[in-house]
């Protein structure tokens, strides 16, 4: 929960999109984060860009790190009225981890077939270009 307890919708975090005052959403809670612009380290105004929406993809996407996730619990100011947009996330995440293990298998054998089919064609090549020859030869 957060520690204000207050809920904030869209309309109210389009009201605060400026360096003057910033609120962001990230995992369906409202942060104010008009202190930390100065000291983002990816810059102030990229953060901007992420304000007056919910920012949990931009954030995500960006790859931030855990200090990073830890240092937004500073600036927590109450929950987002749409929720959490993480369970998006959440459920790509276990297809993604399922991926992940079928990935080794898949692409092992994608590779092997990339190395085994342009061999099969010089191979080919090969063979026909001798046929060529040898049909030239006792012509
Ligand atoms: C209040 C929320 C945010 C916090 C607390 C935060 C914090 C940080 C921190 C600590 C870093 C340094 C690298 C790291 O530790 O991961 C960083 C880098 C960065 N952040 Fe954020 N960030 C926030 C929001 C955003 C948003 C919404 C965006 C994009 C739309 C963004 C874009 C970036 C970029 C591009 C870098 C990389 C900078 C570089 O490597 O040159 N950040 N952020």
């Given at each position: ?116 089919l342009p061999l099969l064609i010089l191979?080919l090549a ?14």
């Amino acid at each position: 929960m957060a520690p204000s307890g207050k809920t904030y919708g869209i309309a109210d975090l389009k009201k605060h999109t400026t360096d003057k005052s910033c609120w962001l959403v990230v995992h369906g809670k409202v942060y104010d984060v008009t202190e930390f612009l100065e000291e983002h380290p990816g810059g102030y105004d990229i953060i901007l860009t992420s304000t007056g929406k919910d920012a949990t993809q931009d954030f995500e996407e960006i790859g931030h790190s855990n200090s990073a996730k830890k240092l937004l619990e500073k600036y927590v100011i109450g929950e987002f009225e749409g929720g959490d947009s993480a369970p998006a996330v959440a459920k790509v995440a276990p297809q993604s981890a399922n991926a992940a293990k079928q990935q080794p298998a898949k692409s092992a054998a994608t590779r092997t077939f990339h190395v085994i089919l342009p061999l099969l064609i010089l191979a080919l090549a090969l063979a026909l270009n001798f046929y060529m020859m040898s049909q030239k030869k006792s012509a």
